[in-house]
């Protein structure tokens, strides 16, 4: 069975620009479409963004959308998501997933990682 596989959280400040990244193993998630959501403490998860097999891109309209951008590289095999301007709102939890795109934006993909934490100072 695939896994996803985050990195590139850390601690920054305000203003700053952050780039994570989504590796995946295993089928189907070598094929399979990808997104990203965040939790805070005492949320529930919140979709930002996805991008399909084809390069097809989708943004949560909960978002201020300029601030995100979903990209990929299907030879490598990863997605990435970069945040600009990033806000102490941002502090978060980000999970890759992997899912059906319409899942993945409006239901509870299938598959997740284990999520990389994002802090933002003020």
């Known amino acids: 069975q695939g896994q996803l596989f985050e990195s590139g959280g850390g601690s920054v400040q305000a203003g700053e620009s952050l780039t994570l990244a989504c590796s995946a193993s295993?089928?189907?998630?070598?094929?399979?479409?990808r997104g990203w959501y965040r939790q805070t403490p005492g949320h529930e998860r919140e979709f930002i963004a996805a991008?399909?097999?084809?390069?097809?891109?989708?943004y949560s309209e909960k978002l201020e959308k300029e601030r995100f951008t979903i990209s990929k590289d299907n030879a490598k095999n990863m997605v990435w998501l970069r945040i600009d301007n990033l806000k102490p709102e941002d502090t978060a939890v980000y999970y890759c997933?992997?899912?059906?795109?319409?899942?993945?934006?409006?239901?509870?993909?299938?598959?997740w990682g284990r999520g990389t934490q994002v802090t933002v100072s003020a």
């Open positions: 295993g089928r189907p998630l070598d094929t399979y479409n």
């Open positions: 997933v992997g899912d059906f795109v319409d899942t993945i934006i409006n239901g509870v993909p299938k598959y």
């Open positions: 991008i399909t097999w084809s390069g097809e891109t989708f």
